[in-house]
T-cell receptor
């Protein structure tokens, strides 16, 4: 299994507060991705990174920002959490933009 | 953008065969992936097709027809542990995957 962890695994926060989720990998893979998964929608890409300090938007990037200051860490920040951002968030990594390996997920609830 | 369609649910009996279809419409194509996801867990990679034809991996096979925008995942000799969601994903000419909503397969004894 790919060495990929996410923290926290569960979080409950209030509307309007900032939240940062962390993805950490030990595989030295170039590509990292953040997805959200909601019933009926499948996995939707939020942001992705193709190298240190190189990031781009996915299809549902509004309200989210990311940073990647070193190869192993990819941070996802909800600038001001809203109830519509209640979801399960998955991080994924890939060596060559081919198959992706997913982290265990973070369940976020915004009240 | 992408339009990826797969059935919402399928039910089959232990030991049987199930075929999960996926159709897609894209402005470009650079590979099709299948993932398995058990309830409450992360998706895990099953297969990758970039050329037309059938790829076989043990009990699982995946087929691709690029001209028809069509793929299927075939699960043979179904086992109870195969009860899961199966996700079809398409990659265009960039680093991103677009996923279908997933097909929940229930295996009955």
């Amino acid at each position: 299994d790919a060495g990929i962890t996410q923290s926290p695994r569960h979080k409950v926060t209030e509307t309007g507060t900032p939240v940062t989720l962390r993805c950490h990998q030990t595989e030295n893979h170039r590509y990292m991705y953040w997805y959200r998964q909601d019933p009926g929608h499948g996995l939707r890409l939020i942001h992705y990174s193709y190298g240190v300090k190189d990031t781009d938007k996915g299809e549902v990037s509004d309200g989210y920002s990311v940073s990647r200051s070193k190869t192993e860490d990819f941070l996802l920040t909800l600038e001001s959490a809203t109830s519509s951002q209640t979801s399960v968030y998955f991080c994924a990594i890939s060596a060559d933009a081919s198959e992706q390996y997913f982290g265990p997920g973070t369940r976020l609830t915004v009240t | 953008g992408q339009n990826i369609d797969q059935p919402t649910e399928m039910t089959a009996t232990e030991g049987a065969i199930v075929q999960i279809n996926c159709t897609y419409q894209t402005s470009g194509f650079n590979g099709l992936f299948w993932y398995q996801q058990h309830a409450g867990e992360a998706p895990t990679f099953l297969s990758y097709n970039v050329l037309d034809g059938l790829e076989e991996k043990g009990r699982f096979s995946s087929f691709l027809s690029r001209s028809k925008g069509y793929s299927y995942l075939l699960l043979k000799e179904l086992q109870m542990k195969d009860s899961a969601s199966y996700l079809c994903a398409v990659r265009e000419h960039d680093y991103k995957l677009s996923f279908g909503a997933g097909t929940t397969v229930t295996v009955r004894a």
